[in-house]
C-alpha cells in the first residue's frame, strides 16, 4: 500500500503562489496516475490537475495557465505549482494516485487565499 503525505499548504494573498509537495512512501515510477484534487465545505471534490507515468498532464478549466503538475521520480514526489492564486483557490488539496487496481489518498493541506 502506497502511502502518501502532502504538505505546502497555507496562506497567501491574492496573486501570490505555493507549492504543493506529495511525497509517496516507495517509487512513484510505476504509480499509473498521480493527481491533484481539491473540496471546500459544502462542494463536491473537484479534480485540479493530473500526471501520468508516462508524463502527460490534465488541467481543469479554472487552474490552467496558472497551476503546474510535475514529478520527480528519483524523490518519490509529485508538485502542484500554483501561481497567480485567487480567493476560489481556497480548499483543502488532496493527492491521490492509482496503482494497478489500488488506490490512495494522502489526509489533504489547507491552501487559504486571502487578504
Known amino acids: 500500500q502506497v502511502q502518501l503525505v502532502e504538505s505546502g499548504g497555507g496562506l497567501v494573498q491574492p496573486g501570490g503562489s505555493l507549492r504543493l509537495s506529495c511525497a509517496a512512501s516507495r517509487d512513484i515510477f510505476s504509480i499509473n496516475v498521480m493527481s491533484w484534487y481539491r473540496q471546500t465545505p459544502g462542494k463536491e471534490r473537484e479534480l485540479v490537475a493530473f500526471i501520468t507515468s508516462d508524463g502527460s498532464t490534465w488541467y481543469a478549466t479554472s487552474v490552467k495557465g496558472r497551476f503546474t503538475i510535475s514529478r520527480d521520480n528519483r524523490k518519490n514526489t509529485v508538485y502542484l505549482q500554483m501561481n497567480s492564486l485567487k480567493p476560489e483557490d481556497t480548499a483543502a488539496y488532496s493527492c491521490?494516485?492509482?496503482?494497478?487496481?489500488?488506490?490512495?489518498w494522502g489526509q489533504g493541506t489547507q491552501v487559504t487565499v486571502s487578504s
Open positions: 491521490y494516485a492509482t496503482y494497478g487496481s489500488s488506490e490512495t
